[in-house]
Every structure is written in C-alpha cells, then in structure tokens.
C-alpha cells in the first residue's frame, strides 16, 4: 500500500483559510482517485472531498461546498485541498487516501481508499 504524507494544517481563526497538501513519498499516484477525510475528537471518520484520476470530476460532503477545494497536480504528485471561510467545525485531523483501484473516471465516497496518511491537525479558533 502506499504510504501518503500529509502537511499545511495549523491554527486558524475563524474566516481563515489553510491549503493541505498530500504527496506519497518515493511513489507516484496520478492515476488514481484521490479523497479528503477527517475526524474530529469523539466523532468517527468523515468523507470531505475526492477527486478522480484525471482531476476532472470532484465531488463533497455537503458541508463543506463552495468553501473547500481539491484539487491535484499529477506532474508534481500532489493533491491539494483548499480551505476557506473555515469555522470551529472544521477544526480535525484530516486525512488524505488513495483509491485501491488505478483509473478511475469517478468521485466519491464509494471510492475504495486503501492506502491513507498519519493525518494533518486543522484548528479553528472563535
């Protein structure tokens, strides 16, 4: 499996905005589907965003729409997930996966994530 790197989390306020960046180190993964998830103290994992292979078709949690964005670079090997407008509720570790299966022309949660990252701590200060 691949093993992801996650970075750019931090502390915010309230308004504020963050990039976080995932890159597998030593491997490339531009042809697969590649997602966001978090998980906040005392709650279970969330499904943020995923985008397919080419980075032409994205999809989100409702909640988090017209505020985050993902994105990818396959030249550079990186996915991006830009915040903005954050709030205290976007305050967890978030994740970066990878889709099991290379090729995929879908996003979504359906997506089979089976390599993931250690997680990158967003915090969002009122």
């Known amino acids: 499996q691949v093993q992801l790197v996650e970075s750019g989390g931090g502390l915010v306020q309230t308004g504020g905005s963050l990039r976080l960046s995932c890159a597998p180190p030593g491997r490339t993964f531009s042809t697969h589907a590649m997602g966001w998830f978090r998980q906040a103290p005392g709650k279970e994992r969330e499904y943020v965003a995923s985008?397919?292979?080419?980075?032409?078709?994205?999809d989100y949690v409702d909640s988090v729409k017209g505020r985050f964005t993902i994105s990818r670079d396959n030249g550079q090997n990186t996915v991006y997930l830009q915040m903005n407008s954050l709030t205290p509720e976007d305050t967890a570790v978030y994740y970066c996966a990878a889709d099991s299966r290379p090729w995929a022309f879908v996003a979504g949660p359906m997506l089979d994530f089976g390599s993931w990252g250690q997680g990158t701590q967003v915090t969002v200060s009122s």
């Open positions: 985008i397919d292979w080419t980075g032409t078709k994205v």
